[in-house]
């Protein structure tokens, strides 16, 4: 069987024992962090892998013996499999501290277990898409001898990007945010200054898009002026991060003619059910009732037309 054919639920499920905790983690930077702790609680801790080799080890653990099938501490879990074994020794921590010192150790942990899973489904992701696009490679012409990307732009081009689509629709992984970028008042620029200036606006704006998206954000220009933005897995707040910084960027443009502006709508595919397809017409819905906010505002017209007028 292909590997692109096999379903991304049991992908996810099989190919975690493929990986180790020291694979999905920085190390030395956990490692520092639970120094911080020790210096100022006094806690020790060991972390093992899962069939008991030591991984890091901060305070004092000579004499200790591993042996995680009679003693397995705390468990790491990232998709329901043991990745690593913590073991934890309040011998140096005052009692009144040591409340406090386990719910931070316990939220540590936690969070380790978070960040496992979602590292560890980006990199799944990212290898299932690999091998659908291969397929889908030989059915579109337009990913075929590299005319998967749109010239002006460098991004995606609308029917590969459509077809990037149908694969996060299949991978079934949520949440997957859908973000809906328009270039304010393009055909101004066209009219007012020509094909050449309106054609830099585009890639102006398209560049400023790739600089602020992550690389596995997936970007298409799928009509002249609007482009569209895929966030898989977004952390809280990370697509209107990304839109944030967008509208910021292209606002502190100087230029002697074009205005960078944009209207930008974003929605979330919440469940398997929900196609990409559709969250994208409701970021297009709120792209629109943004456009309305942002050609509104104060100063606008005044910057759109300062070349015109100069």
Not at 26 to 33: F, G
Not at 34 to 53: A, F, Y
Not at 142 to 169: M, P, V
Not at 237 to 262: L, M, T
Request: with cysteine.
């Amino acid at each position: 069987m292909a590997y692109g054919s096999i379903p991304l639920d049991k992908r996810l499920k099989d190919n975690i024992r493929n990986y180790k905790i020291t694979t999905l983690f920085d190390v030395e930077e956990i490692t520092e962090i639970l120094k911080g702790i020790n210096k100022i609680s006094g806690v020790d801790v060991l972390i093992t892998e899962r069939h008991g080799e030591k991984i890091l080890a901060v305070g004092d653990w000579a004499g200790f013996n591993i042996d995680v099938d009679a003693n397995p501490g705390i468990k790491i879990r990232v998709c329901e499999r043991t990745m690593a074994h913590v073991y934890v020794s309040y011998a140096n921590v005052s009692e009144e501290d040591a409340p406090a010192t386990k719910r931070a150790l316990d939220g540590i942990m936690k969070t380790v277990e978070l960040l496992g899973e979602k590292a560890y489904k980006v990199r799944e992701l990212e290898i299932y898409a690999d091998e659908l696009d291969s397929k889908l490679q030989k059915e579109t012409y337009q990913a075929k001898n590299g005319e998967k990307n749109d010239e002006l732009t460098d991004t995606l081009n609308r029917t590969y990007f459509e077809n990037r689509l149908k694969i996060i629709d299949r991978s079934q992984v949520v949440p997957v945010a859908a973000v809906c970028i328009n270039i304010n008042d393009w055909k101004y620029v066209n009219d007012n200054y020509g094909d050449d200036e309106s054609d830099r606006l585009i890639s102006t704006i398209a560049g400023i898009i790739r600089d602020e998206a992550k690389d596995d954000y997936v970007i298409g220009r799928v009509d002249g002026d609007v482009f569209n933005v895929v966030v898989p897995m977004p952390a809280d707040g990370e697509a209107i991060d990304f839109a944030a910084r967008v509208k910021s960027r292209c606002e502190s443009f100087e230029d002697p003619h074009i205005a960078p502006s944009v209207a930008i709508g974003i929605a979330v595919k919440e469940n398997v059910e929900m196609e990409m397809a559709d969250a994208l017409s409701d970021a297009e819905y709120a792209m629109f009732e943004d456009k309305i906010e942002v050609k509104n505002a104060p100063g606008y017209r005044a910057r759109l037309t300062h070349g015109a007028e100069a």
